[in-house]
């Protein structure tokens, strides 16, 4: 997408500040979610306690978008792709700030969870945390070419996060049910795993003001979702963790005599 220039030169570098300033929120928070999803595995409090005390970095810079945008909307009255621009920095600023906070999140948990022995279902954890980390990095590349055709790529990819938080959230329930003792460190890694989906959920966010900002309409098609109740979920982690008690529950469903219908 070409930029368009204005008669006023002021009015363009105003416009590639506020531009430059998302990149440089969406550059710290990137650096954030990399270095709390390398805490869990390097198992370094240190590290992750810096990622927690870095987060206003974010905070304040998603307050200048908003006074900058303010002022551009008063001043410069923008329309159309101008317009579009400068909404979109806006509502993008606050889904980096988002993520940051998520990163943040995960940070505290990686804290908490060196306090305890490792055990291998911790690797799960940054496996899809590296599949999140990519789709951000994709999500602000197409930001700053305004490529709309690559938002939407990375928009799509958005359902196979969730289906790597589905099975992860499976797979620690089951492990939970096996071994009560490892209840407190599944849950953080549980916890962790929800603030990952959770940032693939603001970058979908990112992807769809993205191709606003470019074509000036919406999406043409619905969120991708990968949809299983966790009910599903959490049955299936039942007979996972107790075969003998799903075998049972089977035999007893066929042995059960079939009510007859009522009589009118």
């Known amino acids: 997408m070409a930029t368009q220039q204005h008669i006023v030169s002021s009015y363009d570098e105003e416009l590639e500040h506020l531009n430059k300033t998302i990149m440089q929120m969406g550059g710290i928070a990137e650096s954030q979610l990399d270095r709390a999803i390398q805490s869990i595995l390097k198992r370094d409090s240190a590290m992750a306690q810096e990622v927690v005390e870095g987060d206003h970095k974010v905070d304040e810079l998603e307050h200048e978008v908003a006074n900058f945008t303010v002022r551009l909307l008063a001043l410069r009255q923008p329309m159309a792709v101008d317009l579009r621009n ?31 022995p490792e055990v291998n279902l911790v690797q799960t954890v940054p496996r899809m945390g590296r599949q999140v980390q990519q789709m951000f990095k994709n999500i602000l590349d197409a930001y700053a070419q305004r490529d709309a055709e690559k938002a939407r790529r990375v928009w799509k990819s958005d359902e196979e996060v969730d289906e790597m938080y589905t099975s992860i959230f499976r797979e620690l329930l ?6 009560p003792r490892s209840i407190t460190v599944c849950t953080h890694l549980v916890f962790m795993a929800k603030n990952l989906e959770r940032v693939g959920d603001h970058v979908t966010n990112i992807a769809e003001n993205i191709h606003f900002f470019v074509h000036g309409k919406p999406m043409p098609e619905n969120r991708p979702k990968f949809e299983e109740s966790y009910y599903k979920v959490m049955k299936q982690a039942e007979q996972d963790a107790f075969p003998e008690n799903a075998k049972k529950a089977k035999k007893k469903a066929k042995k059960a005599p079939r009510k007859k219908p009522a009589k009118e």
């Open 174 to 179: 089951t492990y939970m049910m096996e071994d």
């Open 86 to 116: 400068i909404i979109a920095a806006l509502k993008i600023s606050s889904d980096i700030e988002r993520i940051a906070d998520y990163a943040s999140n995960v940070a505290k948990r990686a804290i908490a969870l060196s306090q305890f």
